[in-house]
């Protein structure tokens, strides 16, 4: 007699793997990872290297000696997780404060839960926020260059060490306003700020190989961006500029696309990025911290779990109940 193999699903296989989603997304990093280079140099390739550096060490170090289980570093979630918290940082920050986020990105934000797949919040968040918290003057200090000129004056567009979340404060202030070169500015890389939230160009590239890979889909991103421009025109910014400027597009297109810690379903994930553009935008306008993103998305995979037990969908052959 036949015996009869019973298994959970899924049953059938598309051929993609888990590896080749992570280095998908590596992939599409790469034009960022350019322009971040580009624009600040040197500096910026040593704090990516430091950041990939330390979450590499950090993983293999627990999973040989902690869990004493085989390594995971070639599917490629480690590395992106420090390229993500690279691309987070400033580029003259400290190399040994980088050491740190990468070990508390790894050891704290994904391996206390058990290693990929169990984590709760998005790790290279966690190592950015806790730099944040711990080190707020050396975390919001720029490099005084590397900025667009002022056709009429020949002036620097950004003054000594702003960054391109003050230029955002100062903007939607009414201090300024958004002309032409604001914009090229921000497509092409030529602001301060963190070395992900230059190069919109770069980034939006990075987004069309996912999505031509089907390595995520669009509802997430163009969800958290849509939520984002409403709600910018709602309290009376420029769409445009809350798009471009700061770190909305890298968290919207790499960080809240990240499979563990968003929804399962098309629903929830259109949920989720709706949520994710509006409290950027509240914290934004009437927070103290002109820049929301890595706070909205933190907070909203904490919601993930509930988004999943309501937004779940329905087993084949069930009726729906009736309210």
Request: aromatic share 8%.
């Amino acid at each position: 007699m036949k015996e009869l193999t019973i298994s959970l699903s899924p049953h059938v296989h598309s051929g993609r793997t888990l590896d080749r989603c992570m280095w998908n997304v590596v992939i599409a990093l790469i034009p960022t990872f350019a322009v971040a280079v580009w624009t600040f140099g040197a500096p910026a390739l040593w704090v990516v290297l430091t950041s990939v550096a330390a979450c590499l060490a950090t993983e293999y170090a627990i999973e040989r000696w902690l869990f004493h289980r085989p390594c995971t570093l070639t599917n490629g979630s480690a590395l992106i997780t420090g390229l993500l918290l690279g691309f987070n940082l400033p580029s003259i920050l400290p190399l040994w404060m980088v050491i740190i986020g990468g070990v508390v990105a790894v050891g704290i934000g994904k391996m206390s839960f058990g290693g990929l797949g169990q984590n709760i919040w998005n790790p290279a968040l966690v190592g950015r926020v806790f730099l944040l918290l711990s080190f707020p003057a050396a975390m919001t200090t720029w490099p005084a260059v590397q900025s667009g000129m002022d056709a009429a004056t020949g002036a620097p567009v950004q003054a000594d060490a702003s960054t391109g979340a003050t230029l955002l404060a100062q903007l939607n202030a009414g201090h300024d306003s958004m002309d032409g070169a604001h914009l090229m500015d921000m497509l092409v890389g030529h602001m301060n700020g963190s070395l992900g939230e230059v190069g919109s160009i770069a980034i939006l590239l990075g987004l069309v190989y996912l999505l031509c890979t089907r390595t995520i889909t669009w509802h997430i991103p163009v969800s958290v961006l849509a939520s984002a421009a409403f709600f910018s025109w709602a309290f009376g910014g420029n769409p445009l500029l809350d798009l471009l400027a700061g770190g909305l597009l890298l968290g919207a297109v790499f960080m809240a696309t990240d499979y563990v810690t968003s929804p399962m379903t098309h629903a929830g994930q259109i949920l989720f990025g709706i949520c994710i553009g509006a409290i950027t935008m509240v914290i934004r306008r009437f927070g103290s911290y002109p820049e929301g993103v890595s706070f909205a998305i933190l907070l909203m995979n904490s919601f993930v779990p509930l988004i999943n037990r309501y937004m779940h969908p329905h087993v084949l052959g069930e009726r729906r109940k009736k309210k």
